[in-house]
């Protein structure tokens, strides 16, 4: 049998394959009025095309527990009441073509407040400019020369952040997602205080390794304090910055030995998965390693710390995916661009590999 294809369960929830979409910002929410960060006839169209298309897991865009956690004013959010219900007419009909629903609960941190990605290549907006922000960040360092330099956070403000991503974990729940997702990957706020090279605090939330952490694992405990006993928390992780592994390159960052050791305290405040990706300034050695080159850090975590993983990245191929779950270097994989291009690319896959995939019952004839 496929191991792509073979039901997976953490917790009392069971995928029904290892087959899961990436979170992919479509920048397509209302800015502002009463709608504003809640899905749209697109999000709705975009999401129910892949369950339809077979996909076992699909986890939302990232979504921000607060307005200034949105990446641009166009994203998704789940901080008020309108944007659970507009969820949930998605939710309930992603389950009931047999996909689990996720959701990716994010504050974008210094990145925040930026042009949709096609207008402009997605440029900072200034916070005098129509629907723009000052952003906020472990420390005042701007995300690039283009940007403003973020407000630093008081301790009393890093508090209040951390209880809106567990207000938002609630409201997802309500909104019926069965998989919180924690967006600390990217350069985005999590990300930021994890980071030495973006985290520049000397107080409890910066300096050493447990410092840095402090925030993402206070982000951990708020989020798996209102989530069910029986559904499972993933963290979204960048093993590393590129950094270390960049020549010449003398800043300090983030590392894949530190994904290690992070990940084993998330295991140990009740974290079911990290989803393994990367970020910054990728070095020119990873392309003679091959389109694959995240891989290996998922597998680096499963293999010494034992907490189930999901590899991420340019995995286009059906036996590619397979050998990559039936090998132990992932338990599951993460699609993205693949799954814009064919959003049936599981029903693809299960004719290639000899497997079956449910489909939806008005496909079926007598």
């Known amino acids: 049998m496929s191991s792509l294809f073979t039901p997976f369960t953490l917790r009392s929830l069971t995928f029904p394959n290892r087959i899961w979409m990436a979170a992919m910002c479509q920048y397509s929410a209302a800015p502002d009025g009463d709608a504003i960060g809640a899905p749209t006839d697109w999000h709705f169209t975009h999401l129910a095309a892949r369950a339809t298309g077979g996909t076992g897991l699909i986890i939302t865009e990232a979504t921000a527990v607060s307005p200034e956690g949105r ?24 389950k009931a073509q047999g996909t689990v629903p ?30 723009g922000w000052t952003p906020v960040g472990p ?29 938002a974990a609630r409201r997802a729940l309500a909104a019926g997602f069965e998989v919180a997702e924690i967006h600390g990957a990217h350069g985005y706020l999590v990300h930021q205080f994890l980071s030495p090279y973006s985290n520049h605090r000397t107080d409890e939330y910066g300096g050493t390794f447990e ?24 963290f979204r992780v960048s093993a590393t910055d590129w950094l270390s592994e960049n020549p010449g390159d003398g800043r300090e960052g983030w590392t894949a030995d530190d994904t290690v050791r992070f990940a ?103």
């Open 211 to 234: 410092g840095r952490s402090r925030f993402a694992l206070e982000v951990v405990d708020a989020v798996r304090a209102v989530w069910p006993e029986d559904l499972p928390v993933f």
């Open 71 to 94: 990446i641009s004013p166009y994203d998704l959010g789940i901080w008020n009441d309108t944007q659970v219900a507009a969820f949930r007419r998605i939710t309930d009909f992603l």
């Open 264 to 366: 084993k305290e998330l295991q140990a405040r009740g974290v079911d998965l990290l989803d393994v990706s990367t970020g910054g300034n990728v070095p020119d050695a990873r392309i003679e390693a091959g389109p694959h080159y995240q891989v290996p850090f998922a597998e680096k975590v499963r293999n010494e710390t034992g907490l189930p993983v999901a590899a991420v990245g340019l995995i286009t191929e059906p036996a590619r995916a397979e050998a990559v779950v039936a090998s132990g270097q992932a338990d599951a994989v993460l699609l993205g661009r693949e799954l814009l291009r064919n959003p049936y690319w599981a029903r693809q896959a299960a004719e290639e590999l000899g497997a079956e995939v449910a489909g939806p019952v008005q496909y079926h004839r007598a």
């Open 102 to 131: 996720g959701i990716q609960l994010a504050h974008a941190g210094r990145k925040a407040s930026t042009e949709r990605t096609w207008v402009d290549r997605g440029r900072p907006l200034a916070p005098e400019e129509t629907y």
């Open 139 to 167: 420390s005042a360092v701007a995300f690039s020369e283009a940007s403003t330099v973020p407000d630093e956070l008081s301790t009393e403000r890093i508090r209040a952040i951390v209880k809106e991503f567990g207000d």
